[in-house]
């Protein structure tokens, strides 16, 4: 399974929701960035991803972008392949 890198804020439910969706996927472990706790880290996120909310998703390297990119990928059948190594 590829890694995953999700850009999140302590109070935020599309992270959370995002975090049980590829938990149901079989993803156990995610490289969590928190941008609440330092502005750079989200300017970082923004100039990486062209945008400002989370979460922001990396599976590997590609950007998936928020939950509804991510959702929207898995309602497709497109989430279990990008995931697959």
């Known amino acids: 399974m590829k890694p995953?890198?999700?850009y999140t804020t302590l109070v935020c439910p599309y992270c959370q929701m995002?975090?049980?969706l590829?938990?149901?996927?079989?993803v156990i472990e995610i490289e969590?960035?928190?941008v609440d706790l330092d502005p750079e880290i989200r300017l970082?996120?923004?100039a990486l991803t062209g945008r400002r909310t989370v979460p922001q998703i990396f599976i590997g390297d590609t950007h998936v972008g928020g939950f509804d990119d991510l959702s929207a990928l898995?309602?497709?059948g497109k989430l279990d392949p990008l995931?697959?190594?």
């Not at 590829?22 to 079989?26: C, I, M, R, W």
Request: no cysteine; aromatic share 0%.
């Open 4 to 6: 995953v890198k999700m």
């Open 18 to 20: 995002a975090k049980r």
């Open 22 to 26: 590829l938990a149901q996927k079989g």
């Open 32 to 34: 969590e960035i928190r």
């Open 44 to 46: 970082s996120m923004m």
């Open 74 to 76: 898995n309602h497709a």
């Open 83 to 85: 995931l697959a190594d």
